[in-house]
């Protein structure tokens, strides 16, 4: 009799084991519904004897109900999913629901209903809503759901509207093709060491096997128009290539480009699709027909058909770590995909990570480097202002030989970038009367003023106030004082030396969605905009030709605080913004403010020594036992309870393996002691390369018991120490 076991996309649920009836042709990987109970539920056949589960007898078991009209998933993605969930000791169903991660697509329609504005003029008047409605939805078309949050309104308003014929339905067809890319469309003509490079990944995409490459090369080198070659070639061989890109907000630039050279739009992918175009992806992608897919991490476990190349862009960059659910990498991760399907892999970076270096340097990952900036511009020239010299007059944080850069660029009609990885207008607020803080109810944090929507935000969990007009305390009026600098602080600034200077602020809070990003960067390419003043949002990426200044208003900020990649992520930070400087004809240059001029990562970014930088960095972690040549993992006990959270890892504490390859320390409160509402305690583990770190967590995590309100999260390879 023909049994299988499915692993199911429930993750409080074990394997579960069905018959297969007359008929249904399940193999490993299909797609299926199945019984639980009263309830239906969806798994993955799964290989046999890959699951280990209880043996139940034959007798027992129900048929399935049916399959999932979806290809069935590929071997190499079964690996992939095995081996993620082992490694990061996360659910395997909650790795498999990433994989299907559009429930929609699972279904069988294959049209769906969606609204639009009729058209015509409305007969008589309206209300304030349905001409809220009529103003915000002009172009759009989407679910009633997805419009509502467009407009604003309620949906009930819409409905009214259908009703009203204001607004009218559309049919359309979920599997809709893609427009074709076109290998040839525009192919430029590389520089010879673009032409090297671009040479040898067409190769690797030719020879149809795994091979990691690291694609290092300065900022403005052309690594994009480079790695555009094996993409090419991939397409002329009909297969699909995946390019994984860190925030959306810079997808524009890169469609642009993309369309540019291929003559088509490549399929997106990231987290804020409207549902359809969530299902009209997943499909193509499963069926093949989507040719190229750019996106946002979690495009990473999609079912491609045929997938024959990955590109991570800007591989160095940590929102490539996910930080809840399945706490992953994705550039680690894509390297394990590309072992597993057998295919080329670039990871492409002019501030690489020290351990993608480390692998470049023991030749696991084969280096291709491109050492000079395309069509002859030069890298800019780098000072340092020592503040402890130079200091600002009270309440302003530009120093003087800053502003006269920044007049004389006015002058010159260039731009300039100030760069402070500050959201906001002051991270703290004070009540000058009381001394209150203004601090979120949810997290240690304190909540930040912004301005430009006149609210205090806590940018852990999000919650947003009214700035008070009296302190909550004592009841004093008019008495609330800033401290510190934010990047809307900055713009002010700018705005106060320079009122007739054009003054932009680029953060997530002002280019969030992809429309305000391609507008941003439409008004700075048209020269409308003379300051850019953003976060490190606009570090990467972008290429203004006319920008020739950078500002780095603190460059010590990265500095503080309990990140062990500290050191690390200021070079490349700095590195990356003062790489937005005289990518075009003109030269430009960049001035670091700094307290700590003597710092080693500053006066390697003052005297452009990378190398120095990197070696002297791999030194130290080569000391400290730290990635790559040790390994680390964090252990989160969170409760809503402080005294249930403390006592956990008290408890957690007690029944901590004694090995001598493992290094425990903790359990102390975390930095973010209580984060949305749950106290929390960390472990941080520190582990020996050779030590078998996750069998030693696994184990060690089940002797212990904890009471049911404790949540207990494992972070193998942590970037977040809060
Ligand atoms: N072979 C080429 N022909 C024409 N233009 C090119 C070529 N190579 C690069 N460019 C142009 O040079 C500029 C810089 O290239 P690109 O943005 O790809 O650099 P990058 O290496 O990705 O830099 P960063 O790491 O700073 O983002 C872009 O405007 C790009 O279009
Ligand atoms: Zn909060």
């Not at 349905?130 to 309620?154: F, H, K, M, P």
């Not at 949906?155 to 890319?181: C, F, K, N, T, W």
């Not at 469309?185 to 690291?214: I, K, M, T, Y």
């Not at 003597?598 to 190398?611: C, K, Q």
Request: aromatic share 6%; hydrophobic share 45%; charged share 25%.
């Amino acid at each position: 009799m023909n049994r299988v076991r499915i692993l199911v996309l429930n993750a409080a649920l074990g394997p579960l084991d069905y018959t297969v009836p007359e008929g249904v042709d399940a193999v490993p990987g299909s797609v299926v519904i199945a019984p639980l109970g009263p309830r239906r539920v969806t798994g993955i056949v799964w290989d046999e004897g890959r699951l280990p589960g209880t043996e139940v007898p034959a007798e027992k078991l129900r048929p399935l109900l049916g399959l999932v009209p979806v290809p069935p998933l590929a071997e190499p993605l079964r690996r992939l999913v095995e081996w993620t969930a082992d490694y990061y000791c996360a659910a395997m169903a909650s790795v498999a629901r990433m994989v299907l991660s559009s429930g929609g697509a699972l279904g069988g329609p294959t049209t769906t209903t969606e609204y639009r504005l009729a058209g015509g003029e409305p007969a008589g008047r309206l209300t304030a809503q349905r001409r809220q409605a009529l103003d915000r939805l002009a172009g759009e078309q989407g679910t009633i759901r997805e419009l509502a949050s467009a407009a604003e309104v309620s949906e009930g308003v819409l409905r009214g509207m259908v009703g009203a014929g204001l607004i009218e339905p559309v049919e359309v067809a979920i599997d809709r093709p893609y427009p074709l890319a076109d290998p040839d469309h525009d192919v430029p003509s590389l520089s010879p060491d673009q032409s090297e490079v671009a040479g040898r990944l067409v190769e690797a995409v030719r020879a149809q096997a795994f091979a990691p490459f690291l694609l290092d090369g300065v900022t403005g080198s052309g690594k994009t128009e480079t790695y555009f070659e094996p993409v090419a070639e991939a397409l002329r061989m009909g297969r699909q290539v995946l390019v994984l890109l860190p925030e959306i907000a810079l997808t524009e630039n890169f469609l642009a480009r993309f369309e540019d050279r291929f003559g088509a739009a490549p399929v997106l992918w990231h987290s804020s699709l409207k549902s359809t175009e969530r299902r009209r992806a997943w499909r193509a992608i499963a069926q093949g027909s989507a040719q190229v897919v750019v996106g946002a991490r979690s495009a990473l476990f999609l079912p491609y058909a045929d997938l024959g190349l990955i590109v991570v862009d800007e591989a160095h960059e940590i929102s490539f770590k996910q930080d809840d659910g399945v706490r992953y990498n994705a550039r680690d991760v894509s390297v394990m995909r590309a072992r597993f399907e057998g295919l080329p892999v670039v990871l492409a970076s002019a501030t690489p990570a020290l351990e993608s270096l480390h692998m470049a340097e023991i030749g696991v990952y084969e280096r291709l480097e491109l050492p000079s900036r395309f069509g002859g511009a030069q890298l800019p020239d780098i000072h340092i202002l020592d503040l402890t010299r130079e200091k600002p007059p009270r309440g302003r944080w530009l120093a003087q030989p800053l502003v006269d850069r920044l007049a004389q660029r006015l002058e010159r009609g260039e731009q300039s970038l100030l760069f402070l990885n500050r959201r906001g207008y002051a991270p703290l607020t004070l009540c000058r009367n009381c001394g209150h803080r203004f601090k979120c109810p949810h997290c240690s944090a304190w909540l930040v003023e912004h301005r430009l929507s006149a609210r205090l935000a806590c940018h852990h969990c999000g919650l947003e106030t009214q700035v008070p007009e009296a302190c909550p305390e004592c009841g004093e009026g008019d008495c609330l004082v800033a401290c510190g600098p934010g990047v809307e602080r900055i713009a002010d600034e700018v705005a106060e030396l320079f009122p007739e200077a054009r003054v932009a602020v680029a953060t997530s809070d002002t280019l969030g969605s992809p429309e305000r990003a391609a507008q941003f960067i439409a008004e700075a390419e048209a020269k409308a905009i003379d300051v850019i003043v953003g976060t490190q949002l606009v570090t990467k990426g972008f290429h203004f030709p006319d920008l020739t200044l950078v500002g780095v208003v603190d460059a010590d900020l990265g500095l503080e605080g309990g990140d062990l990649r500290a050191a690390e992520r200021t070079y490349q930070q700095v590195a990356q913004v003062a790489g937005r400087a005289g990518r075009g004809s003109k030269p430009g240059e960049v001035l670091i403010q700094t307290r700590h001029k003597d710092a080693p990562v500053i006066a390697a970014l003052a005297d452009g020594d990378r190398d120095a930088f990197y070696a002297a960095e791999t030194e130290a972690r080569r000391d400290a036992g730290a990635p790559p040549f040790g390994r680390w993992a964090a252990i989160i006990l969170s409760s809503e309870d402080e005294k249930e959270a403390r006592e956990a890892a008290i408890r957690l504490g007690d029944v901590r393996p004694h090995q001598g390859d493992l290094m425990i320390l903790g359990p102390a409160p975390a930095p973010l002691a209580l984060l949305r509402g749950r106290y929390r305690y960390r472990f941080l583990v520190n582990a020996w390369r050779s030590a078998n770190l996750q069998a030693a967590l696994r184990d060690w995590i089940g002797r212990a018991e904890f009471a049911p309100g404790v949540r207990v999260g494992i972070d193998i390879d942590p970037y977040s120490f809060v």
